[in-house]
């Protein structure tokens, strides 16, 4: 089992960055045994998955994020951050750390995640 705890979120203008982290509690599971993800999520719209690290430490991003976000992932503490530069207004949303120990189906599927955070506010606006 594992929970998650994320942060960091806040109000920037465009162009700005924010880094987003979360740390996952366990005591039991291996952190190389856990891929993790953050998903982010307007009101209305669903969840939609911004960047994954699996196992290997292969990365996805997102088309729209990608060469703007860098995610990072720390075996050994268990977490998880996403730096944002570049961010734009259609960036606003919550975002959520998610993490799972059998890493399969397809990453930007939030029902590939068993694990999540609570999420944090970022909210980019001039």
């Known amino acids: 089992q594992l929970t998650l705890v994320d942060s960091g979120g806040g109000s920037v203008q465009p162009g700005g960055s924010l880094r987003l982290s979360c740390s996952a509690i366990?005591?039991?599971?291996?952190?190389?045994?856990?891929?993790m993800a953050w998903f982010r999520q307007v009101p209305g719209r669903q969840r939609e998955g911004v960047a994954a690290i699996g196992t290997t430490g292969y990365t996805n991003y997102a088309t729209a994020v990608r060469g703007r976000f860098r995610a990072s992932k720390d075996d050994a503490n268990i977490s998880l951050s996403l730096q944002m530069n570049d961010l734009k207004p259609e960036d606003t949303g919550t975002y959520y750390c998610?993490?799972?120990?059998?890493?399969?189906?397809?990453?930007?599927?939030?029902?590939?995640?068993?694990?999540w955070g609570q999420g944090t506010q970022v909210f980019v606006s001039s």
């Open positions: 998610a993490a799972d120990l059998t890493c399969r189906g397809a990453w930007v599927e939030s029902r590939s995640w068993t694990f």
């Open positions: 366990t005591s039991t599971v291996p952190g190389s045994r856990v891929c």
